[in-house]
């Protein structure tokens, strides 16, 4: 069964991260597997055992996911679109896939909404039509408006052959964040959550007794970042751990440091999963990729969900992860050094938290749903 998964990160990498962690499920069954992707690179996530095939990179305006850039900056023009359209249709019709999976189309991602339907187009008209998936996380960003649902629902139901949400129904369902008909309702596809296997403590004991701080692979995080440097400077028996993901990173990092904080800065690395495994605490944003880290692990965890523009999926998230021990949230407004220390505080003397409550299994339960369905097509 060959699969291909296309995926366009626009400001984070976890959309990225979850495309590829479902292509290496598939690649240890067997099966073949491509990852186009779209967004820009991210070297620190884990490639292995998947061929990844970039496009013409595009990144968002900061959160204005209407206005795409080039890697120089410049906004895309249909020349550029164009060349990204040619290039990931050819990519279809040379692998001649089983399966078909696009992440987050036709829930989100409108912006592409042009290349997605040559793509789809394109796999209709393949000698033999791959059954065709979406794939979406828990929490999505809940339509502006009925029209962009009825949208969504109306390329579902002429394209689609089901939706696979990767969470655990008994903890979060779909009709949280996005209104669920009874047609859409068919489709759905419950998996679990994507999880990477769970991680082996660091071999070099890093990020042991530390409280380590993140902000996922983009360059996003900033005021969380400021506000880590100041806390460490009120909590000098903690060693605060700060990793700074994007492009960027080295000229952030250059710029967040104070010869009065005993903070060590340094870019996101790809081993930061074992530090989480032995940290005191971690201080974080709510991607989805992060809550499962937190989950996982069971490290005593403070959220500071991304709320910039009008997002909310985080919040939505963040909501439900506070019911559980040693897990609290600050919103981006009330987020202070004083009010950072005083969380970590409290997270640390919480009652440790069972982190065998909720099924991490996703991706092997994707594989199976896809080739249950390629295997009735046949």
């Not at 339509?143 to 979060?172: I, R």
């Not at 400077?233 to 104070?258: E, N």
Request: hydrophobic letters at 45%; charged letters at 20%; a neutral charge.
């Amino acid at each position: 069964m060959k699969v291909l998964i296309a995926v366009t990160h626009l400001l984070g990498t976890g959309h990225l991260s979850r495309a590829l962690t479902l292509g290496r499920a598939f690649a240890m069954a067997g099966h073949p597997v491509s990852v186009v992707s779209g967004g820009g690179e991210a070297q620190h996530l884990d490639q292995s055992g998947v061929e990844l095939m970039q496009l013409p990179p595009l990144r968002s305006d900061g959160v204005d996911f209407s206005r795409l850039l080039t890697p120089d900056g410049a906004v895309a023009d249909d020349a550029y679109f164009d060349d990204r359209i040619f290039q990931l249709c050819n990519c279809l019709r040379d692998m001649q896939p089983d399966v078909l999976i696009t992440e987050l189309y036709p829930f989100g991602r409108r912006s592409l909404r042009r290349e997605f339907i040559a793509l789809l187009a394109a796999a209709k008209s393949l000698p033999r039509r791959p059954v065709i998936l979406s794939s979406i996380r828990d929490i999505l960003a809940p339509p502006s408006t009925p029209k962009k649902a009825n949208e969504a629902e109306a390329a579902l139901a002429a394209h689609y052959d089901g939706v696979l949400v990767h969470s655990d129904p008994q903890a979060t369902q779909l009709a949280t964040s996005w209104p669920v008909t009874p047609a859409l309702s068919k489709m759905l596809r419950y998996t679990g959550y994507v999880a990477p296997q769970v991680p082996d403590p660091h071999p070099q004991g890093l990020g042991q007794g530390e409280i380590l701080v993140s902000g996922g692979g983009g360059s996003v995080g900033d005021a969380l970042y400021r506000t880590a440097v100041a806390a460490a400077q009120l909590r000098p028996g903690m060693r605060w751990r700060i990793l700074v993901g994007g492009r960027d990173a080295r000229a952030r990092i250059a710029a967040l440091k104070t010869s009065k904080s005993p903070a060590v800065l340094e870019p996101a690395r790809p081993d930061f999963r074992q530090m989480l495994d032995g940290a005191a605490a971690s201080v974080s944003m709510c991607g989805y990729n992060t809550a499962l880290d937190l989950l996982q692990t069971g490290v005593p965890a403070v959220i500071v969900p991304f709320d910039a523009g009008k997002e909310v999926e985080q919040s939505l998230r963040a909501n439900s992860l506070t019911q559980l021990n040693g897990i609290a949230a600050i919103t981006s407004a009330e987020l202070t050094p004083e009010r950072l220390c005083a969380a970590v505080d409290q997270v640390i003397a919480a009652p440790q938290r069972p982190t065998d409550s909720f099924r991490f299994d996703g991706a092997a339960r994707t594989v199976e749903i896809a080739h249950d369905m390629a295997k009735e097509r046949a």
